[in-house]
């Protein structure tokens, strides 16, 4: 990374005006009630700008400005880099290309000191003052050669993220009927509208205001301990709402979720405050940037400690289950379905059953162990319940009575109280014998006997 060979003076100068430039431009999207630029569709844009060189996310208010120029600009490519990080990877600036100013402050400096024996050694200092420098850095969609973005593994099954956020919080979430979400620091509790009472009936939308309710949870005294987080209803406390507001905005960065910050518009109720805090000091922004960072991080960090504990436990249930399978006759197909479903053959029927999840795999199992277990006496219990009476009554040529055809139905009336297993061998039986009058006899017995 090449940085300005300028004097510290000269380079705090140029980072202040820029700060400057940054907080109007925000005022100004303040005034037209967003954080972001008016009619942006932020959802297109990623909020986890990185570099594509040295594969280091861009933080704090240097995220802040890279978000706003991919807006501004279009840019959906989410890799920004330096000329000289360019040039040495082989890819040049198109023309008329300028590069966005970002800050860089130095804690520490290289010395060269003299050791125990006269000796010149390098060393690393601890700065008393952190010195300040500037670099300037260009977009992927700014530059000829840059090969194309590779999509990010990324899980859309939005159903699952909700469910691994939910169980990451640090504090309990409630789900109600209620307008919008919200934050108890007296009770250390969350409240959220279930996601299907949201008016827009968006998952994005619950994962939105989740995202910031969790947000605003880690100012909590046993957690980050911000100093406005029991501020609740003073003026001061809208400053606890931005940081809130930014920290979930990079979260979902992280976790590559669709940036919607104005959904539902309550987040931004706090905007007049928050104008007028920044009018009145600029660098209360900054500050909530670096805030923003550390709530991020640590969402994040409890975000991907649930999903490692809930993977490590999936699997094990993955075993378990293809283990239980295999006893009912059933063997997992070792193949990708394009619907993301898990496939199981019967060994016996070779009939194949889909489960678009791993609970839906257990719940076969129990059902397939009531099968047994209610005619152990009728067929092997390695059989599916219908493909099983089938497999025995045609192909192996068994010959049932209608007496024990009902009795079977009833045994299977009573694991379904609806009804619809008993029904499934009634139309079994019709479809492949055709005997519409042993049907509908068989039906009566059934009848009869409910009676």
Request: a negative charge.
């Amino acid at each position: 990374m090449i940085l300005e060979k300028i004097s510290h003076k000269k380079a705090l100068q140029t980072i202040m005006d820029d700060r400057k430039s940054l907080v109007n431009q925000i005022l100004r999207n303040l005034e037209k009630g967003s954080l972001w630029p008016p009619g942006s569709d932020t959802a297109r844009f990623s909020s986890s700008p990185y570099n594509p060189v040295s594969d280091n996310f861009y933080t704090s208010s240097n995220r802040i400005r890279l978000m706003l120029a991919a807006m501004e600009r279009g840019y959906q490519d989410p890799r920004w880099c330096t000329l000289h990080q360019a040039e040495a990877s082989g890819w040049s600036p198109k023309p008329g290309t300028k590069g966005l100013l970002l800050e860089k402050w130095d804690f520490t400096e290289i010395r060269n000191v003299h050791d125990a024996q006269g000796r010149w050694e390098r060393t690393i200092t601890k700065l008393d003052k952190p010195k300040p420098n500037f670099f300037y850095v260009y977009n992927a969609e700014q530059l000829y050669g840059v090969p194309p973005l590779e999509p990010k593994e990324t899980s859309l099954n939005l159903q699952s993220t909700m469910g691994t956020l939910l169980s990451s919080s640090e504090c309990p979430i409630k789900r109600e009927i209620c307008a919008k979400g919200s934050y108890s620091f007296e009770l250390d509790e969350i409240k959220v509208p279930d996601s299907f009472d949201l008016k827009t009936k968006s998952l994005e939308v619950f994962l939105s205001v989740l995202s910031h309710e969790m947000a605003l949870s880690t100012g909590h005294p046993s957690r980050l301990n911000r100093p406005l987080a029991d501020k609740a209803g003073t003026p001061d406390y809208a400053l606890e709402e931005l940081r809130a507001e930014l920290g979930a905005a990079f979260f979902k960065g992280n976790l590559n979720l669709p940036l919607i910050p104005e959904a539902p518009q309550s987040h931004m109720d706090y905007s007049s405050s928050w104008i007028k805090a920044l009018q009145n000091d600029p660098s209360e922004f900054f500050r909530a940037c670096r805030d923003a960072e550390k709530i991020s991080d640590r969402l994040y960090q409890n975000y991907s400690k649930t999903l490692e504990a809930e993977t490590m436990l999936n699997k094990a249930a993955e075993d378990k289950y293809r283990a239980d399978m295999e006893k009912f006759g059933y063997k997992q197909i070792e193949t990708t379905d394009p619907d993301g479903d898990i496939l199981f053959q019967n060994q016996i029927t070779k009939k194949i059953s889909s489960f678009s999840h791993w609970g839906e795999v257990a719940w076969e199992i129990e059902r397939l162990q009531i099968a047994a277990d209610l005619t152990a006496n009728n067929f092997h219990p390695t059989d599916d319940l219908v493909d099983g009476i089938h497999h025995l009554w045609f192909e192996a040529g068994k010959e049932l009575t209608l007496r024990e055809i009902a009795d079977m139905a009833k045994d299977m009336a009573k694991a379904s109280p609806e009804g619809t297993l008993a029904e499934e061998l009634i139309r079994s039986i019709q479809a492949e014998c055709c005997q519409q009058e042993m049907a509908m006899q068989a039906m009566n017995e059934i009848a009869l006997e409910a009676m």
